[in-house]
């Protein structure tokens, strides 16, 4: 194993190096025969990474521990799926893990039948086994997976109990899924830019790609937020921890992408703003991996004692300065023939408007991520960026962009009259008014959730006008009853009205974020067996605690019985967990969960004489931030599901010739 294992990454290097090489000729000669042998080539590099992926997870399921990997992540105490997820607990094996799915995707677009016979190819693939042979060598000479101790332990060291979560099954896969994705959109600008095509064919043929690379991002800021929120018992789901801060970056990057790409496709503008977001998105998922393998800030989810982060740098700015020369050395080409302008009263102008707001994010998240590191080097002292800093300035970006985002369906394309904007926008704006009072009537004090709400009420009234009009209309045609109607009006428009879906799951993510943020509630409190805590309307009564043990670990658990107004909602019993194989224990809260809030319960400490002290906290509008995730995810599903191409014909001004 030790031998196959080192010898697939081996090979699968001098593989990726000799494909690329065969690419290079292949555009240099324009000969088929090289393009068709690069292209075996990233399939055999694929099988390498296939084969040495599996071997791991042969040897993490064996308990293989003269494997240093093995024994520094996994235990015999542990169970069989833990064993397996700990392939991605540790440096090694996340990066063969990236390494893994970077060579499945230029696998599949390789092979695309659509890219069948393109001169884009050789480009696409040269561009991504450029990052497929790094990764390569960073497993052959860096963070080896297939090392051997020198003496066979009979016992190893365990998985960390914060991994040991349902949350970290999935959490990594979907994220590096995303931040590999955005490889695909890149690699497809270059190959555009390089090869002088300015159209938009590149935008159509990554659409795809870049909402999956979108869909896997959000669902890993999701997943880790939910794995936050039950596992690390501290009560909240988002702290703007620096390994965060870089999953969430490329994320409003992104996103940026997304929208003004149908900018470019429907009015041919701002053709440099999307290479420059695509070249941004990619930078920032390297910066990412920086960040968690560098050391260079502290994170809970950062890997240790790594040497890692100086080659990922060199590897950014290569990718970064790579990128901005082909953007340069094509910049007047793509600013030819530009659409402009028309009006700020129009959709294109909200799009923009959106884009320079999650730009606007992305750039503040950055700089509060970075200011530790920039202080440090200038005044020799590392300055901490705390949660206000973030909240202070990502709060009025939000309720802006929840705005513009209202605003976007119902305005006109290249200028909007005020006929249209007094027709479409009065109903909306006095039901977003009427919410607001509702919400002082009932007892929201606070400015920024008042407007908040009444933001979101906005945005959620114009998109019920958008699939109202659209039903109607359809319904006049078709006389289809409503249900029919609306299901043939979203299939038909699935790209349109999935991106609504979308809205209305960010909506409700920002009811959750409002709520939660500003109207939680917490108490300590140490009681003896039988006293009460009391906090808003519920009543916690301490009635035992006891201790019982699962395989090697040690659990206290107290029984706290709940009631609210007076009504009993049953026992919940938050727990503490000392584990056999890890020094650090962890806390297991307790949730009661309901629509309106959830109470969040932790066994903090108790003494000999059955006293225990309980961290308490009321969580409000938490199901509507997890509803609204799942609704984002089947909206992203949604739009992407059976979108076409169409009849896409490659359209090329440069003066190369093509590849066939």
Request: charged share 15%; net charge positive.
């Given at each position: 194993?030790?031998?196959?294992?080192?010898?697939?990454?081996?090979i699968?290097?001098?593989?990726?190096i000799?494909?690329?090489?065969?690419?290079?000729i292949?555009i240099y000669?324009?000969?088929?025969r090289?393009?068709n042998s690069?292209?075996?080539?990233?399939?055999?590099?694929?099988?390498?990474?296939?084969?040495?992926?599996?071997?791991?997870?042969?040897l993490?399921?064996?308990?293989?521990?003269?494997?240093?990997?093995?024994?520094d992540?996994?235990s015999s105490?542990?169970?069989l799926i833990y064993?397996?997820t700990?392939?991605?607990?540790?440096?090694?094996?996340?990066?063969?893990?990236?390494s893994?799915?970077?060579?499945?995707?230029?696998?599949m677009v390789?092979?695309?039948?659509?890219?069948?016979?393109?001169?884009?190819?050789?480009?696409?693939?040269?561009i991504?086994?450029?990052n497929v042979?790094?990764?390569?060598?960073i497993?052959g000479?860096?963070?080896?997976?297939f090392?051997?101790?020198?003496?066979?332990?009979?016992?190893?060291?365990g998985?960390?109990?914060?991994l040991?979560?349902?949350?970290?099954i999935?959490?990594?896969?979907?994220?590096?899924?995303?931040?590999?994705?955005?490889?695909?959109?890149f690699?497809f600008?270059?190959?555009a830019l390089?090869?002088?095509?300015?159209d938009?064919?590149w935008i159509?043929?990554?659409?795809r790609?870049?909402?999956?690379?979108?869909?896997?991002?959000?669902?890993?800021?999701?997943?880790?937020?939910?794995?936050?929120?039950?596992?690390l018992?501290?009560?909240?789901?988002?702290a703007?921890?620096?390994?965060?801060?870089a999953?969430?970056?490329?994320?409003?990057?992104?996103?940026?992408?997304?929208?003004?790409v149908?900018?470019q496709?429907?009015k041919?503008m701002?053709?440099?703003?999307n290479?420059s977001?695509?070249?941004?998105?990619y930078?920032?998922?390297?910066f990412?991996t920086f960040?968690?393998?560098?050391?260079?800030?502290?994170?809970?989810?950062?890997?240790a004692?790594?040497?890692l982060g100086l080659?990922f740098?060199?590897?950014m700015?290569?990718a970064?300065?790579g990128?901005?020369?082909v953007?340069?050395?094509?910049?007047?080409?793509?600013k030819r023939?530009?659409g402009?302008?028309?009006s700020?009263?129009?959709?294109?102008?909200s799009?923009l408007?959106n884009n320079l707001l999650?730009?606007?994010?992305?750039f503040?998240v950055?700089?509060?991520?970075?200011?530790?590191l920039v202080s440090?080097?200038?005044?020799?002292t590392?300055?901490?960026?705390?949660?206000?800093y973030?909240?202070?300035v990502q709060?009025?970006?939000?309720?802006?962009?929840?705005?513009?985002?209202?605003?976007?369906?119902?305005i006109?394309?290249?200028?909007?009259?005020a006929?249209?904007l007094?027709?479409?926008?009065?109903?909306?704006?006095?039901?977003?008014?009427i919410?607001?009072v509702?919400?002082?009537v009932?007892?929201?004090?606070k400015?920024?959730?008042?407007?908040?709400?009444g933001v979101i009420?906005?945005l959620?009234i114009?998109?019920?006008?958008?699939?109202?009009?659209?039903?109607?209309?359809?319904?006049?045609?078709?006389?289809?009853n409503i249900p029919?109607?609306?299901?043939r009006?979203?299939?038909?428009?699935?790209?349109?009205?999935?991106?609504y879906?979308?809205?209305?799951?960010?909506?409700?993510?920002?009811?959750?974020?409002i709520?939660s943020q500003?109207y939680?509630l917490e108490?300590?409190?140490t009681?003896k067996?039988g006293?009460?805590?009391e906090?808003?309307?519920?009543?916690?009564?301490?009635?035992?605690?006891?201790?019982?043990?699962e395989?090697?670990?040690?659990?206290?658990?107290?029984?706290?019985?709940?009631?609210?107004n007076?009504?009993?909602?049953?026992?919940?019993e938050?727990?503490?967990?000392f584990y056999?194989?890890?020094?650090q224990p962890?806390?297991?809260?307790?949730?009661?969960?309901?629509w309106?809030?959830?109470?969040?319960?932790?066994?903090?400490?108790?003494?000999n004489?059955?006293r225990?002290?309980f961290?308490?906290?009321?969580?409000?509008?938490?199901?509507?931030?997890?509803?609204?995730?799942?609704?984002?995810?089947i909206?992203?599903l949604f739009a992407?599901w059976?979108?076409k191409?169409?009849?896409?014909?490659?359209?090329?001004s440069?003066?190369?010739?093509e590849?066939?």
């Amino acid at each position: 194993m030790y031998l196959v294992g080192n010898l697939s990454i081996y090979i699968g290097l001098a593989i990726s190096i000799f494909s690329l090489l065969i690419f290079i000729i292949g555009i240099y000669k324009q000969d088929q025969r090289f393009i068709n042998s690069g292209k075996g080539g990233v399939l055999a590099a694929f099988i390498c990474t296939a084969v040495a992926s599996a071997i791991l997870l042969y040897l993490l399921a064996t308990e293989q521990f003269q494997f240093q990997y093995v024994h520094d992540y996994t235990s015999s105490e542990l169970p069989l799926i833990y064993k397996l997820t700990a392939f991605w607990a540790g440096n090694s094996g996340s990066l063969l893990l990236w390494s893994l799915f970077l060579s499945m995707y230029t696998v599949m677009v390789v092979f695309s039948k659509k890219m069948k016979g393109n001169p884009m190819v050789p480009y696409i693939a040269s561009i991504m086994l450029t990052n497929v042979i790094f990764f390569f060598f960073i497993l052959g000479f860096v963070a080896k997976p297939f090392v051997l101790l020198d003496e066979v332990p009979i016992e190893g060291k365990g998985l960390n109990p914060m991994l040991q979560n349902p949350g970290m099954i999935l959490h990594p896969v979907t994220l590096y899924l995303g931040y590999v994705g955005l490889a695909v959109p890149f690699a497809f600008a270059m190959a555009a830019l390089i090869l002088r095509n300015m159209d938009d064919f590149w935008i159509k043929m990554t659409r795809r790609w870049t909402i999956l690379a979108w869909m896997f991002l959000s669902l890993g800021n999701i997943l880790g937020g939910q794995w936050a929120y039950v596992e690390l018992g501290w009560g909240g789901y988002w702290a703007w921890d620096p390994v965060e801060n870089a999953s969430f970056m490329p994320w409003l990057t992104a996103t940026a992408f997304l929208h003004s790409v149908m900018i470019q496709e429907r009015k041919n503008m701002l053709k440099v703003w999307n290479v420059s977001l695509i070249i941004t998105s990619y930078a920032l998922t390297l910066f990412g991996t920086f960040l968690v393998r560098s050391g260079v800030l502290t994170s809970v989810h950062a890997f240790a004692d790594s040497n890692l982060g100086l080659y990922f740098l060199i590897f950014m700015a290569f990718a970064v300065l790579g990128g901005l020369y082909v953007l340069m050395s094509r910049y007047n080409l793509i600013k030819r023939d530009a659409g402009q302008f028309h009006s700020f009263l129009s959709k294109e102008s909200s799009f923009l408007i959106n884009n320079l707001l999650l730009v606007g994010a992305a750039f503040a998240v950055f700089w509060g991520t970075i200011f530790p590191l920039v202080s440090e080097a200038v005044r020799g002292t590392k300055v901490t960026v705390g949660i206000p800093y973030f909240n202070a300035v990502q709060s009025p970006i939000l309720l802006s962009m929840l705005f513009v985002m209202a605003v976007c369906p119902l305005i006109a394309w290249q200028r909007s009259s005020a006929k249209n904007l007094r027709k479409n926008f009065l109903y909306p704006s006095i039901f977003a008014i009427i919410a607001m009072v509702l919400m002082v009537v009932i007892g929201v004090r606070k400015t920024w959730a008042v407007i908040g709400y009444g933001v979101i009420a906005f945005l959620l009234i114009t998109h019920y006008l958008e699939f109202y009009r659209g039903v109607k209309a359809r319904r006049k045609m078709t006389k289809e009853n409503i249900p029919v109607a609306l299901w043939r009006l979203m299939v038909r428009n699935r790209r349109r009205y999935g991106g609504y879906l979308v809205h209305l799951g960010i909506a409700f993510i920002a009811m959750g974020i409002i709520g939660s943020q500003n109207y939680d509630l917490e108490t300590m409190k140490t009681v003896k067996l039988g006293e009460s805590i009391e906090i808003k309307d519920y009543k916690i009564i301490y009635e035992k605690l006891d201790q019982r043990k699962e395989g090697i670990n040690d659990i206290i658990y107290a029984d706290l019985r709940i009631f609210q107004n007076g009504k009993p909602l049953g026992v919940m019993e938050p727990e503490k967990v000392f584990y056999g194989n890890w020094e650090q224990p962890s806390s297991e809260p307790a949730i009661v969960n309901s629509w309106k809030e959830d109470l969040y319960l932790v066994l903090s400490a108790w003494e000999n004489d059955g006293r225990a002290t309980f961290i308490v906290k009321i969580n409000p509008m938490m199901n509507w931030l997890w509803l609204g995730s799942i609704i984002l995810v089947i909206g992203t599903l949604f739009a992407v599901w059976s979108g076409k191409y169409g009849n896409i014909t490659p359209r090329y001004s440069g003066s190369k010739r093509e590849v066939s």
